[in-house]
């Protein structure tokens, strides 16, 4: 190995060793502002492209165009409160976890490994699956409810509102319907997102000249969105259905029910929109993340 490698390597594990303990809020906070940014993305795909019928409008550009036809261009934004509610949740804690757990474990080895990494990672994104479930099955509800007939809209007014009549009406076990496909979900998330943009941003600190800066955040976060997408469209998609479901049924039940009807290729529908809208969201957070600790 080069010397000036191994030099790299070494500023690299001391800098881990005494790096700063950054305060709990500081993911959930950048994942909010990623949020505001991705959002109409993040609506064109979960519900529209995942959700929608057979008779509803094919592709991204006719989805949005649909929306704003229907909803005017603030339908683009739909379920919001829900979005932010959940980002202030889910990444909140999965974000908190996994930085202080990092911390703990560089004070003394030094850079983790890849698979401390991901182990560190699972457990933060399921805590953070967790806490964050009311809040997501409440955003991907009001995020469908312009798709639906006016007669089975549920049309709440914002996220407290919908928290209020969700635990009111269909008792407090509805805020954690589908709790463990969608925790599950945030551990391939965390793990593929989170222990992908560290171990990638660290090879590019040792194995090239690029300094820690905005186009090694670029490149280390556009990566990690790429294979946090791979890994988990087809749990979202899952997820999704679960969530949006009129009626209640298990998850064997869902999956050969929508098996027959649309054969194995709906497992990955929506993957490139999918992309388009973890991409940006995974690039957003993690520059608004870097600014953070800075």
Known sequence: MPTSVIGREQRHIKQQQQSVRYPFWFGGSASCFAAIVTHPLDLVKVVRLQTRDSNGPKGMLKTVVHIIKNDGPLGLYSGLSASLLRQATYSTTRFGVYEYLKSIIAQDTGSPSFPVLVAIASTSGFLGGIAGNPADVLNVRMQHDAALPSQSRRNYKNALDGLIRMSREEGLTSL???????????????????????????????????????????????????????????????????????????????????????????????????????????????????????
């Open 176 to 294: 954690f319907k589908g709790v463990w496909p969608n925790s599950m979900r945030a551990v391939l998330m965390t793990a593929s997102q989170l222990a992908s943009y560290d171990s990638i941003k660290s090879t590019i600190l040792i194995y090239t000249s690029l300094p820690d800066n905005l186009t090694t955040h670029f490149l280390a976060s556009i990566t990690a969105g790429f294979i946090a997408t791979t890994i988990c469209s087809p749990v979202d998609v899952v997820k999704t259905r679960i969530m949006s479901a009129q009626e209640s049924e298990s998850l064997m039940q869902l999956l050969s029910r929508v098996y027959k009807l649309e054969g194995a290729g709906w497992i990955f529908r929506g993957w490139l929109p999918s992309f388009m809208r973890l991409g940006p969201h995974t690039v957003a957070t993690f520059l608004f993340l870097e600014q953070h600790k800075k």
